[in-house]
């Protein structure tokens, strides 16, 4: 199977894409910067994410993902992040586990007026004609 060509979106070379969607020198820096972050917070435990893309050089969205894939706690460290809906701090996913129950309930909610809604048109187009008496056939 062949990768996709195209050029990489960080230096611009040209690449053939085999899913990492970077070339592979944007992905040894990138691997590289990732060992810089995780030392630099295996050194510095008490550390927040201000201070981590500070002090390295390295994005937001890089710092979050290696904490939603455990890459802190393999040395030690216990980091959070905050949820996108409240700002709680969290150590998974994108949602605390309040707001994701809050949505459940609230899509569930939905779901029930809409099949409500579906079972009161249908009534009213006389769906229920299955009651009637069909003697005489």
Excluded: W
Aim: hydrophobic residues 30%; proline residues 3%; glycine residues 8%.
């Amino acid at each position: 199977m062949s990768g996709k060509v195209k050029n990489c979106p960080r230096c611009g070379k040209l690449f053939a894409d085999y899913g990492a969607h970077i070339c592979r020198d944007c992905e040894d820096k990138e691997r590289e910067l990732e060992s810089v972050v995780v030392n630099y917070v295996r050194d510095h435990p008490k550390c927040k994410i201000a201070e981590i893309i500070e002090e390295t050089g390295a994005h937001e969205t890089m710092i979050k993902r290696l904490i939603r894939e455990g890459r802190f706690e393999q040395v030690g460290v216990k980091m959070t992040y905050p949820c996108e809906k409240c700002g709680a701090p969290i150590l998974t996913g994108k949602i605390c586990a309040q707001c994701s129950e809050k949505m459940r309930k609230e899509v569930q909610g939905q779901a029930s007026q809409i099949v409500a809604a579906r079972q009161a048109a249908n009534a009213a187009r006389g769906q229920g004609m299955h009651s009637k008496d069909i003697k005489g056939r």
